[in-house]
């Protein structure tokens, strides 16, 4: 292979992992901002360094972005040592990313002084912020890490332990602040894990469909004609009869399945027909990343 192909095929490569660092840095700018004009200014700790942070703010009125880096960079040392393994640069990147730009908007005023306003919207600016470092293959540290290592050393489930993690932080947030603070901090921590996979998955959603049905070649070809949609044959046998049934399978946008349902009715009403989200689909016809 010549020096021209090898140079043209680690370009893109490269442009990859500038782009990686871009989300890194961008994602973690929205955390902060939506940290610092909706949630520390409303006392909504809503799990993670930054409620701690927000919590110990309120008690000793401590600068967050110290004490985020207070706990970000030994957890990540922490990390490495304990879990053996190399978190990378992005990573890294992004532990210390976070609590900078948490310094350099700290002086920016409340867009909110509602608690409500400011969880939801301070959960969807962190959500944001969360999911775009997420497809930089990175993350902003923190208390991931440290349920990392309870998972590692205790054996229990990483999403148990994160609960747990941000369960106690949220329960010191109702000790510290108020009961009704920390129901706000439960509805940010929600509003954050559904914003993360809206941004990972994105906004488009799709069916599968599987059909059972007598007339399957008939079924098959009129999906093809008039939904424009592939179909697969899956090899299945009836639990009564014992006898091969296959099912047709075929993955639709959910703007098609109206489409699709009255093709089915059509050919045969008395067709079996299973619907399922499909949240994300790869492939022709559908995304291609």
Not at 246 to 272: G, S
Request: hydrophobic share 45%; with cysteine; glycine share 12%.
């Amino acid at each position: 292979m010549s020096k021209q192909n090898r140079r043209g095929q680690s370009e893109p490569k490269r442009w990859h992992g500038v782009i990686d660092y871009l989300y890194v840095i961008i994602g973690a700018l929205f955390v902060a901002i939506s940290f610092n004009v909706f949630l520390l200014p409303n006392a909504v700790a809503s799990g993670g360094t930054s409620g701690i942070s927000t919590i110990l703010n309120g008690l000793f009125e401590w600068r967050p972005a110290i004490v985020q880096y207070s706990f970000n960079i030994p957890l990540f040392i922490a990390g490495v040592i304990l879990l053996g393994k190399n978190f990378g640069l992005k990573s890294f990147v992004g532990t210390l990313a976070l609590p900078g730009w948490v310094f350099l908007t700290e002086n920016w005023a409340p867009w909110t002084e509602d608690p409500l306003l400011g969880a939801l919207f301070g959960g969807i600016g962190v959500g944001i912020g969360l999911g775009i470092v997420f497809r930089g293959k990175a993350s902003t540290g923190g208390t991931d890490l440290a349920a990392q290592i309870i998972h590692k050393y205790s054996g229990l489930g990483l999403g148990t332990s994160i609960a747990i993690i941000d369960g106690l932080i949220v329960l010191s947030s109702a000790i510290v602040f108020t009961i009704e603070l920390g129901l706000y901090a439960l509805i940010a921590l929600y509003v954050t894990s559904k914003t993360i996979d809206l941004v990972q998955v994105g906004w488009q959603r799709s069916k599968m469909v599987h059909i059972i049905t007598n007339r399957q070649e008939e079924i098959s070809q009129a999906i093809f004609d008039e939904v424009d949609r592939g179909v697969t044959k899956l090899s299945a046998y009836g639990g009564y009869t014992d006898r091969e049934r296959p099912i047709l399978m075929c993955v639709i946008d959910q703007t098609e399945f109206t489409k699709l349902k009255n093709v089915v009715k059509k050919i045969d009403p008395n067709a079996f027909v299973i619907v399922n989200d499909a949240s994300e689909v790869l492939g022709e016809g559908f995304k291609r990343e």
